[in-house]
């Protein structure tokens, strides 16, 4: 059904792939109809799907953090990387927690001193709002280790890594790893 109207027999669908992440999504074929208004549906369709499936199996990221230019860095990172999708970024706790509601990131990544609500708030306030995101906090040091443990932290990690070592990291944890990088 699309927009309300019943199109029938023009697109035929199955679920059979897999991406580097492990995310599986549907993969469609359109079949050839003999009304070229029908096919045209089909192709619209066909096209919404692709875009859905794309967004499907690209994590989405929520970054926060005081350190501008660590922001931006990472945020240019993950954009320049087609496999995710950065929704949002913020420099405080509590307009992060905001957006986060409405967003609903795959993977949020903080650090444990964000303004207004630290990292650790954060990430329980995130955990009990929606369980299945993944949150990842940073720090200059190992001080919160224990902390970030408690809260439901999905990784530690410190603020020294290289960029590649973070996203290598980000990887491990959207595939429900625990980053070998990681202090929990």
């Given at each position: 059904m699309l927009n309300g109207e019943k199109v029938e027999g023009l697109c035929s669908c199955s679920c059979h792939y897999s991406d580097s992440v492990g995310i599986k999504g549907t993969s469609?074929?359109?079949?050839?109809?003999?009304?070229?208004?029908?096919?045209?549906?089909?192709?619209?369709?066909?096209k919404k799907l692709s875009e859905v499936e794309w967004a499907l199996k690209h994590p989405t990221i929520f970054l926060i953090g005081d350190n501008k230019e660590f922001i931006d860095e990472l945020r240019e990172m993950f954009t320049m990387n087609s496999n995710f999708i950065v929704v949002g970024y913020s420099n405080n706790g509590y307009e992060a927690f905001e957006n986060i509601q409405s967003l609903n990131p795959d993977i949020v990544i903080t650090n444990t001193r964000a303004p207004e609500i630290d990292g650790l708030l954060l990430t329980l306030r995130v955990k009990n709002h929606c369980p299945s995101c993944k949150v990842v906090l940073y720090s200059l040091d190992n001080t919160f280790t224990q902390e970030a443990n408690e809260v439901g932290?999905?990784?530690?990690?410190?603020?020294?890594?290289?960029?590649?070592?973070?996203?290598?990291?980000?990887?491990?944890?959207?595939?429900?790893?625990?980053?070998?990088n990681s202090l929990l």
């Open positions: 469609h074929a359109v079949n050839m109809v003999d009304d070229p208004e029908r096919f045209s549906k089909a192709l619209a369709i066909s932290a999905d990784a530690y990690l410190l603020m020294d890594l290289n960029y590649t070592d973070i996203k290598s990291a980000v990887i491990q944890v959207v595939e429900g790893q625990k980053p070998n």
